[in-house]
């Protein structure tokens, strides 16, 4: 089975900031990986595909990068509605998803 | 716009059985693999099965085989999922996804379900 290990846990941030996430692969997946974002009670958004193919609609702040086992979600400059908990998703052999980053308001 | 709406959810006991279903509306469903993704509250997200587009290509995560079946009916747009034999750790809030592709292979899930919460307890 391929594990996912994404980091921080936990990121505190201020509107304007720079943020990055990353997600490690226990194996190799290629570029086969997802990002999204869910708020609380609702259904997760993908942002991301194939590492860093942005989903339609989604602002382009939003980015990633990475390829093998190791991966980034960067938000170029954090705004109030990027307050939200985000997971990577391996689907190269089957479905792993992250721990997920829940980022915060510092 | 592509709409999907789980219910069936609920209380159950252990060790009994509940079936959860996935309407779905707003685009080809029979072009489309589905799958079930489930989330503990407050924790994070995990995969529990897909289907392709014809259902003859189940795939299930380890932590549900053998106990859960999933299915679907192209002619009523409605994905399913049976769960027997259920456990108190299989209480979660339970998403139908989309894949973005009939899942001849794997594949990411592009559009969402709001959900329903079952519960598995005594």
């Known amino acids: 089975d391929i594990q996912m290990t994404q980091s921080p846990s936990i990121l505190s941030a201020s509107v304007g900031d720079r943020v990055t996430i990353t997600c490690r692969a226990s194996q190799s997946i290629s570029s086969w990986l997802a990002w999204y974002q869910q708020k609380p009670g609702k259904a997760p958004k993908l942002l991301l595909y194939k590492v860093s193919t942005l989903e339609s609609g989604v602002p382009s702040r939003f980015s990633g990068s990475g390829s093998g086992t190791d991966f980034t979600l960067t938000i170029s400059s954090l705004q109030p509605d990027d307050f939200a908990t985000y997971y990577c998703?391996?689907?190269?052999?089957?479905?792993?998803f992250g721990q997920g980053t829940k980022v915060d308001i510092k | 716009e592509v709409h999907l709406l789980e219910s069936g959810g609920g209380l159950v006991q252990p060790g009994g059985s509940l079936r959860l279903s996935c309407a779905a509306s707003?685009?080809?469903?029979?072009?489309?693999?589905m799958g079930w993704v489930r989330q503990i509250p407050g924790k994070g997200l995990e995969w529990v099965s897909t289907?392709?587009?014809?259902?003859?290509?189940?795939h299930y995560a380890d932590s549900v085989k053998g106990r859960f079946t999933i299915s679907r009916d192209n002619s009523k747009n409605t994905l399913s999922l049976q769960m027997n034999s259920l456990r108190v750790d299989d209480t979660a809030v339970y998403f139908c996804?989309?894949?973005?592709?009939?899942?001849?292979?794997?594949?990411?899930?592009?559009?969402w379900g709001r959900g329903t919460l079952v519960t598995v307890s005594s």
């Open positions: 707003g685009f080809s469903f029979n072009i489309y693999g």
């Open positions: 996804a989309r894949a973005d592709s009939g899942l001849v292979t794997f594949d990411f899930f592009d559009s």
């Open positions: 289907i392709n587009t014809v259902g003859d290509r189940p």
């Open positions: 998703l391996q689907y190269n052999r089957f479905w792993t």
